[in-house]
């Protein structure tokens, strides 16, 4: 057997020599060469380790021949840092192991060791190291507790939950028993504590991965993803190793005020890559980009002048929104509300109220849809009463269908970009468009009303000028003359 321990062979009587060549395995005598039977025993101070052969398992102490005088023995509790085991579960007769020195001699006179605590040494000498270079240690899940759990490295280490992936695992019991590979993250010998990460391992693995994917995609090209986080202002999605972002106007052709009324965590999506910023490995992703765009069927199907039905989904200052379709909303301008002059779109139109509209103008260049609700024959909407204020969130205007969102942080992304600012200001412009040439034509509509009371004045006083006449001429009276009206002034 082999021992640790540099001591020296025991001390030889005077009287007694080594034979020289015995490898001190021989003695002399007073001229009789004996065995040095001493010889023969492994020497070994207590705390240290040294190797056994396992000789005997029972059910609460496992015998272990050390090449001491006596064979070692090693309780069950030191077994193992794993709690009640089975000593025959923990190791097999004729397994090499090794062990520290306990107690070279108890009030028995026996050798107590340890196999736990010579695994314990061996281990805290291994992940020292391991956390100094940075390299990978494995180990044994043991236990599922509060918050992680608890590896077998020799020593207990604990892995956080929030480490144990790349994404947090809602169940960690699929890892009991299982082997997995960490890193150490932070030590403390005094207080045996050992923290590990499972995640860095697989994001350093994945590293090689993310710049091969990216170099593979391209804009436009379709790929497949799970949807790994969602957020306020969009959802990432995972493209085996990197993830992309799809912002929240690029989820659907509808509205959507929140990705969560869309899509879950873990759902599989096909999204249509949009840009890529190869520097800061950022990937702007689509989603309606894959679904049929309802747009054209705007163009496809209808035409100016067409009568449509539709739901009110918004009511702002300058009119109203009404979606025609699932996607597809168009402006009702204020002046196209009602016959009648309209302060407050709100006295007429409500969101969720169904209401027809007419088609005034498609404009499939900047997927602009114009509506009429007054144009509409037969159709009267009845006044709506109650609060007409504009509450901020019914004011907003809402960006563009359209609009692409580039690849940015996502702090900025949740500010809002500076193209939602573009279009909305664009809405804005067009409305103010649309208002002044209302106004234009309301005033050229009252000058028309205007010279048409005139003739009907005129043709008035004419008539009953007649009618005196004729009554005076029936009734014999004195002959009257009747002045003629003034005529109408020449335009």
Known sequence: MTTTSTDQSPEIDVESQVVPGSDGMLLEIDGQIVPNYAATFTTFNEGEV???RVVQIDKDEVLVDVGFKSEGVIPSAELSIRKSIDPGEEVE?????????????????RLIVSKKRARFEKAWRRIEAAAETGEAVEGTVIEVVKGGLIIDLGIRGFLPASLVDIRRVAELDEFLHTKIICKVIEINRQRNNV???RRAVLEEARKGQRQEILDQLQPGLVVEGQISNIVDFGAFVDLNGIDGLIHISEISWSHVNHPQEVLEIGQTVQVKVLEIDRERQRISLGLKQTQDDPWQRVVDTYNVGDDLEGTVTKVVTFGAFVEILDGVEGLVHISELAAHHVENPREVVQPGDEI????????DERRRLSLSVKRVEGQILSAHTGNLEFPEEDAAIEAPADLVVPVIDEELLAAGSPAEA??????VAEANEI??????EAETETEVVAEAEVEVAAETETEAATEVAAETEADGDAEVEVEAPPAKPQD
């Open 422 to 427: 573009a279009a909305e200001a664009e809405v």
């Open 195 to 197: 923290v590990l990460s």
């Open 435 to 440: 208002e002044a040439e209302a106004a234009a």
């Open 93 to 109: 007769l004729g397994e090499e192991i090794d062990v520290l020195v306990l107690t070279k001699e108890d009030q028995e006179g």
């Open 356 to 363: 027809k509209v007419k088609v005034l103008e498609v404009d």
């Open 50 to 52: 040294v190797s056994g």
